[in-house]
């Protein structure tokens, strides 16, 4: 056979071979069965603003993050360093195998790695091993198979993702995270050169424990990027000289109980953007913290922000520290409280759209009985006719319990539903306490009762998730009582240290010390403030004026400099002085005095006035004269006699000393005597 022709059939046959191969290459790559692509990665929780609030760890406590938006100069780097052919090729770099095999047999020892990225991907999605060459031989296998699989955006994005940056850490952003405490969208080329060494020993060179390894590795990756014009001299020297993290950053978690909530609701759900602000969170977790610190032991504190025009709630504190000795897990946004004297301005707003006051209507604050119960001030005192603005301001009792009669517990019940809050009674019927606090609510609830006031009657129902449809409450007052109820609580002396401006605030304390509270409002935001022990017990001489108004101030002064001016008076408003008012509005009577004969007032016949008794321990004998039957008797302000029809009857003897007696008749009017029995 000539040998033109020989040449011919050999070439012929070399090709053959090399088509034989590569379809058996084609078919070996082909029938390869690739590990799982999509990992876990942690659930994400966001601000308004897209920052992270919380992340949650996946199993074995790991933290991976989705890559987001990433340095795209960082991406540059790590390709010229890792592999600069990772554009061109299809999974496999020989040349740079090739290199790395001479260097390896020219030195006695590995000098660099022939990997690309697309085989690191593959050994990272499978953990599978690198030193031998069965484990070399099944990366390149997966390496082929995935480039033709996944784009290279897609190959990158999963090495973004698994990359390891040192102890538990999976991911670009999770390395930025816990080494710089910031997102990967903007790095300095310093630490970008550490982001790309790490992954290639991330325990050996983990700057907190290996800090010469680590600065050794940076500064190699940054001399090796001068080399190859991806940085300049200046960006170099400037690079050299930054100091490295010595300690890892915790991963934020802000608003946890919060946090904690949305994540159980929808499990299935990886990424949640929330309404709330991550710097205003933070500012306020810590005067929170502050604040029960300074109450005294054991006390927890909660907080919410929220913008009553659009319902946003913009920071929810639920507790003085998630992981506090004061149980601090407990989520006291949501814990139901008595809300002490927190319900009175919704009960002065309810009176006045039914016509029974007006904020200059005078009201008796007098000893009252209904049935046994005998409602007192907080101090004690009687201050007799008072202006239903003053009464409020004042925070009295007795004027918001006779409202409470005249209106019916039950339609202050059905307010507090048509707000949007849900209130609970340990009993199944309400009585008149309920506006001294006798009813079950949380500050979630009561912070959305102020912004429905807030909001001249009616308000938009709270919501935390960004993407939620703002919905309104029902209409639960007219504007002009809502008004009217806001300017009476603005007319209060502001709490020390707060934001300049008009500030519609109330505060409360419930029985036995227990809860102290302060919520309030401007023209735009409602803030509630709550401080107490998780576990209910008292908290000796702890006042909502005290405690809660000066937490309730300086909220309001990290929330902004200036408060937002306030609604003005709707046209309907009736600004006049009592004298002015229609007569039935002047003085506050109950609907029912006007079906009733006009009587006066009880009069105390007997004992009377600074009256000295010797008694002998026998009965003391009463003699009235006027009022409305039946009547009720208290001595030194507890009741000893009600439901008396007779106009001269005995009392138990209140025993020797000075004893105070008082006479209700059943509209409400007194008198009184002051004796002393020896």
């Given amino acids: 056979m000539p040998r033109p022709s020989r040449l011919l059939l050999a070439l012929v046959g070399a090709l053959y071979l090399t088509a034989l191969a590569r379809d058996g290459v084609d078919q070996w790559v082909g029938a390869t069965v690739l590990p799982p692509v999509l990992a876990e990665t942690s659930v994400e929780i966001r601000d308004r603003n897209g920052d992270l609030l919380r992340a949650f760890p996946v199993e074995d406590g790991i933290w991976r993050l989705q890559p987001g938006t990433v340095d795209p100069n960082f991406t540059s780097m790590l390709i010229r360093y890792e592999d600069k052919r990772f554009r061109s090729h299809h999974g496999v770099d020989l040349i740079a195998m090739l290199r790395a095999a001479g260097q390896s047999l020219w030195n006695g020892r590995k000098v660099s790695g022939g990997s690309t990225l697309t085989m690191q991907v593959a050994r990272l999605i499978e953990d599978g091993p690198t030193g031998r060459w069965s484990g070399k031989i099944r990366q390149v296998r997966v390496a082929l198979a995935l480039e033709r699989q996944l784009t290279k955006q897609q190959i990158l994005s999963l090495y973004l993702t698994h990359a390891p940056y040192g102890g538990n850490l999976e991911g670009i952003r999770a390395g930025t995270r816990a080494w710089f405490g910031k ?117 927890s504190g909660a907080l919410i922000v929220a913008d009553h025009r659009s319902g946003e709630v913009l920071a929810s504190v639920g507790s003085a520290g998630y992981q506090d000795a004061r149980q601090g897990f407990v989520d006291m946004t949501q814990a139901l409280r008595s ?15 039914q016509g029974l006051a007006h904020p200059e209507t005078l009201i008796s604050d007098s000893p009252v009985m209904y049935g046994r119960y005998a409602p007192r001030n907080f101090d004690g005192a009687f201050r007799g006719d008072v202006r239903v603005r003053d009464a409020l301001q004042l925070s009295l009792n007795i004027p918001v319990v006779r409202l409470t009669n005249a209106l019916g517990p039950a339609r202050i019940m059905v307010a507090l539903r048509l707000a949007g809050s849900e209130p609970r009674l340990n009993g199944g019927t309400p009585g008149l306490a309920i506006s001294l606090g006798g009813v079950g609510l949380s500050l979630h609830d ?48 502001p709490p020390a240290g707060g934001a300049t401006g008009a500030l519609a605030y109330k505060t409360g304390t419930s029985y036995g010390h227990r809860d102290a509270w302060a919520i309030g409002f401007d023209g735009q935001h409602v803030i509630g403030v709550w401080l107490g ?47 002015q008012l229609p007569q039935p509005l002047q003085r506050f009577r109950p609907r029912t005095a006007a079906f009733q004969n006009d009587h006066s007032a009880p009069n105390l016949l007997f004992p009377p006035e600074s009256a000295v008794l010797e008694t002998l321990g026998a009965p003391l004998t009463v003699k009235l004269r006027g009022g409305v039957a039946p009547f009720s008797v208290l001595a030194d302000g507890v009741p000893v006699l009600t439901g008396q029809r007779q106009r001269e009857f005995e009392i138990p003897n209140p025993g020797a000393g000075f004893t105070s007696l008082v006479v209700v008749d059943s509209q409400g009017q007194s008198d009184r005597a002051a004796i002393r029995i020896d």
């Fill in 183 to 299: 997102e990967a969208a903007r790095l300095t080329p310093a630490q970008a050169a550490l982001l790309v060494a790490l992954p290639q020993s991330p325990e050996a060179r983990r700057p907190d424990r290996q800090l010469h390894a680590a600065r050794e590795a940076r500064d190699r990756v940054l001399r090796r990027l001068e080399r190859h014009g991806v940085l300049t001299a200046a960006e170099t020297r400037a690079a050299l000289t930054e100091p490295l993290p010595d300690r890892m950053k915790p991963f934020p978690r802000l608003a946890p109980h919060l946090t904690d909530r949305v994540k159980r609701q929808t499990p299935e759900t990886s990424a949640f953007d929330l309404t709330l602000d991550a710097g205003l969170q933070a500012r306020l977790e810590a005067i929170v913290m502050q604040a029960a610190t300074r109450a005294g032991p054991r006390v």
């Fill in 339 to 353: 809300p002490g004297s927190t319900l009175k301005p919704l009960v002065y707003g309810l009176a006045f759209d």
């Fill in 446 to 493: 009561l912070v959305q009762i102020y912004a429905a006031l807030a909001g001249g009657g009616q308000g938009p129902i709270l919501h935390h998730d960004a993407l939620g449809d703002t919905l309104q409450t029902p209409r639960v007052m007219s504007e002009t009582s809502a008004w009217q109820v806001a300017d009476i609580l603005a007319g209060l002396s």
């Fill in 533 to 579: 022990r998780a576990d209910g017990t008292p908290v000796p001489g702890a006042f909502g004026g005290d405690l809660a108004a000066p937490l309730l101030a300086e909220a309001f002064s990290l929330l902004k400099p200036a408060l937002t001016p306030l609604r003005p008076p709707p046209p309907s408003t009736l600004l006049v002085g009592a004298a």
